[in-house]
C-alpha cells in the first residue's frame, strides 16, 4: 500500500528565508505526486504536480518540487517566503484507478511565517 | 478560474440523524470523490465516482455512507445515522479525463460536526 511521510509537523521561518518542505514516498510503481496548501478554513489548493518527465516542477506561487526516485522524495522548495505562505502543506502520491485518482495524504507540514 | 463548491460550509446535527453534503463539480469533469478530514489527522479517502456509479471506495466507505448525482450538475455525500466519529472536513473533488491532466481540484469544505 502506497504511503506519505512528512517528518515535519511545524515548520517556523522568516519572511524572506528559504523553505524545504520534506516528503517521502512508498509506492510500488512511478508515483504521481502532488503538493497542495491548505489556508485557514480554506480548502485544499493544488501548488504543483509530477506525472513524468523533469524531476524538477514549478507551480504556483513560486513553489517547485524535486522528484528524487533514488531517494524517494519529493520536496517542496521556495527560495524566498512571505507571510502569506503560512498554511498547511500536504504532499500527495496518487495511485490510478480506472481513470480516477485515489490521493493519499501526508499528514501535513503547518508553515509559520515570523515578519 | 472554475471551482468546486460546496455546500454547507459549516453543519451541525444530533447524533443519529442523517446528513447530506452537497457538492458541485467543476463543470466538464467526469469523476467525482469524496475526502474527509478528521482534525489533526491526514486527508483520507472516502469514495470515487464516475459514469453514474462508485469505482472505488475505502475501507471508511461503509453502508452508512452513501453517494449519488442525482442530476447533471449535484454530487452528494449523505451520511446515515451520524455518530460522534463522523465529525470532520468534508472535501468534495473532481478531475477531467487523463488527457487534460488528472489533477484533482478540491472544494473549500464542509464542516460536520455531530453532538
Known amino acids: 500500500a502506497q504511503s506519505v511521510t512528512q517528518p515535519d509537523i511545524h515548520i517556523t521561518v522568516s519572511e524572506g528565508a528559504s523553505l524545504e518542505l520534506r516528503c517521502n514516498y512508498s509506492y510500488g510503481a512511478t508515483p504521481y505526486l502532488f503538493w497542495y496548501v491548505q489556508s485557514p478554513g480554506q480548502g485544499l489548493q493544488l501548488l504543483l504536480k509530477?506525472?513524468?518527465?523533469?524531476?524538477l516542477v514549478q507551480g504556483i506561487k513560486g513553489f517547485e518540487a524535486e522528484f528524487k526516485r533514488s531517494q524517494s522524495s519529493f520536496n517542496l522548495r521556495k527560495p524566498s517566503v512571505h507571510w502569506s505562505d503560512a498554511a498547511e502543506y500536504f504532499c500527495a502520491v496518487a495511485s490510478s484507478g480506472a481513470g480516477s485518482y485515489q490521493l493519499t495524504f501526508g499528514k501535513g507540514t503547518k508553515l509559520s511565517v515570523i515578519p | 478560474e472554475p471551482e468546486v463548491t460546496q455546500t454547507p460550509s459549516h453543519q451541525v446535527t444530533q447524533m443519529g440523524q442523517e446528513v447530506i453534503l452537497r457538492c458541485v463539480p467543476i463543470s466538464n469533469h467526469l469523476y467525482f470523490y469524496w475526502y474527509r478530514q478528521i482534525l489533526g489527522q491526514k486527508v483520507e479517502f472516502l469514495v470515487s465516482?464516475?459514469?453514474?456509479?462508485?469505482?472505488?471506495k475505502s475501507e471508511i466507505f461503509d453502508d452508512q455512507f452513501s453517494v449519488e448525482r442525482p442530476d447533471g450538475s449535484n454530487f452528494t455525500l449523505k451520511i446515515r445515522s451520524t455518530k460522534l466519529e463522523d465529525s470532520a472536513m468534508y472535501f468534495c473533488?473532481?478531475?477531467?479525463?487523463?488527457?487534460?491532466?488528472?489533477?484533482?481540484?478540491f472544494g473549500e469544505g464542509s464542516w460536520l460536526t455531530v453532538v
Open positions: 509530477y506525472f513524468s518527465g523533469d524531476t
Open positions: 465516482f464516475y459514469n453514474n456509479e462508485i469505482s472505488e
Open positions: 473533488a473532481s478531475s477531467a479525463p487523463s488527457d487534460m491532466g488528472n489533477t484533482i481540484y
